[in-house]
Structure formats: structure tokens, C-alpha cells
């Protein structure tokens, strides 16, 4: 097969596309039920004057749901969705800004049961 010579500064990337074809992994996203979830608890805490912003990221190996109180600021919560985790620890977790994890388990309504506020008792 006759290949054309580069003229100027032009690269032939044929060739290149060809070997990294498909080798390039998916983004892990949130099914639209498990998005439904989190943002249902969201306009809650946001209805409570909790939470202001939120940010979504969709990375090759986990999704990310950010919580914020102020936009410029780092996020209060983060709900991410590790599927490589789900044989182990669970694929959801509830981490703070601090990267402290408060929740890990595989169904994510028990893992947003974390944010359940606790009855306090008040006396006189």
C-alpha cells in the first residue's frame, strides 16, 4: 500500500489511531436510578439550608458526586461509585473534603443513610 509522504509539518496518524483504537476504557458514570437517589437526597439538604453546589465528575475508574456549601470552596461530602470496589469493600462510599471515608457498602441507600439526621433528646 502506497502511503503518501508527509509534506511541511503534517503527520500521518493512520497508523497511530490504528494501534490505540479501543483500547481506551469508558467513563464510570451514574445510572440514571442511582442519580435520582443522590439528587433527590441533595434538593433535600439543600430545602435543610445544608448544601448550596454540587459537582458531578466521570472519571475511568469512579464517578464522583461533590457536595458544597459554598461554590469556592473544597466540597464538604463526596459520594463516589467504585465499581472495582464492589467485590471488597462496596462500590459507593461517602468520603468528607478531608478524604475521611464515613460510609462504604455496596447498596447505596444504605450508604447515604449517613446523612439520617439523629434524634437528640432535649430536656428542660
Known sequence: MNQPKP???LVDLRAHRRETHGTVEPEITFHRQELERILNLYSFMVAAGEWRDYAIDFMQDRAVFSVYRR???VPLYQIVKEP???RRQGEWSVVTGEGLVLKRGRDLALVLRVFDRQLKIVRD
Do not use: D, I, L, M
Request: net charge positive; no cysteine; aromatic share 0%.
Open 71 to 73: 461554590a469556592r470552596e
Open 84 to 86: 472495582k470496589r464492589a
Open 7 to 9: 509534506t511541511g509539518n
